[in-house]
């Protein structure tokens, strides 16, 4: 399988997304890509009301997900917005297989309520940690800061996981990007399997905000710590590619 790291800036608006997203499934497929993995959070960037932005995983942006899935014959794992119960949504990740179907969703479980931060008052947490089939290999998935919680990675892998990927938004500041990429590795190292994130990076469209909006640094690591990653932040190379095996 070859993974699409889709290291994409997040826009307020849903349709600029979406538009985003499905012409980095397009050139990941150029590239030869089996699996295109993407930001948590891609229908709208952190800071926004995304109760606003929330859909159920058969509304219009997962639809526009699918059908690029479909028409590239790419799998497709995106972060998106669920509405949740009250006025908070789910943070989850849609998988798509090649054909355009929803082979599962995963709803975060590790919200981020730290460093100033608190994800929990907008979001409500999932319980159910998931992996499913795509392209040939069980697949796995966290989101964002679930990855600093090695008993669920290893949840994963108890679950036959080969490949663990990590739609993110990682928070920007002191020494955050070396943690990032510490954790990646970590987590391929000690389950002896690859890891497959990708980060957002800033959209210099877009007002100054301190919600989360991206680190770049989108990575994958093998078993045994070859990492790859996209070293830029806004303006870089919307994608790089690497061959689980």
């Not at 993407?38 to 219009?60: C, K, S, W």
Request: hydrophobic share 45%.
């Amino acid at each position: 399988m070859r993974v699409a790291l889709c290291q994409l800036p997040v826009s307020s608006d849903p349709s600029v997304n979406l538009a985003r997203a499905q012409q980095a499934v397009a050139d990941a497929a150029g590239a030869g890509a089996h699996l295109a993995v993407f930001p948590e959070g891609m229908q709208a960037r952190f800071g926004t009301e995304l109760r606003a932005a929330a859909e159920p995983t058969d509304g219009a942006f997962c639809r526009g997900l699918a059908a690029a899935a479909r028409e590239h014959s790419v799998a497709v794992v995106a972060g998106v917005f669920e509405p949740g119960p009250g006025q908070r949504v789910y943070n989850t990740a849609v998988m798509f297989d090649e054909r355009g179907t929803l082979a599962a969703a995963y709803r975060k479980i590790h919200l981020f309520d730290a460093l100033g931060q608190r994800e929990s008052d907008q979001v409500a947490a999932g319980d159910e940690p998931t992996v499913t089939e795509l392209g040939g290999l069980r697949v796995g998935v966290l989101i964002c800061y679930d990855i600093r919680f090695p008993e669920q990675a290893r949840a994963l892998v108890a679950r036959g996981a080969d490949l663990i990927v990590v739609p993110a938004g990682w928070a920007a500041g002191l020494f955050k990007e070396e943690h990032w990429v510490t954790l990646i590795r970590a987590r391929a190292i000690e389950n002896t399997v690859w890891v497959a994130a990708a980060d957002q990076v800033p959209d210099p469209a877009e007002p100054p905000t301190r919600a989360p909006t991206g680190s770049g640094r989108s990575c994958s690591s093998t078993r045994w710590a070859r990492s790859g990653w996209i070293s830029g932040r806004a303006g870089a190379s919307p994608w790089a590619t690497s061959t689980p095996r």
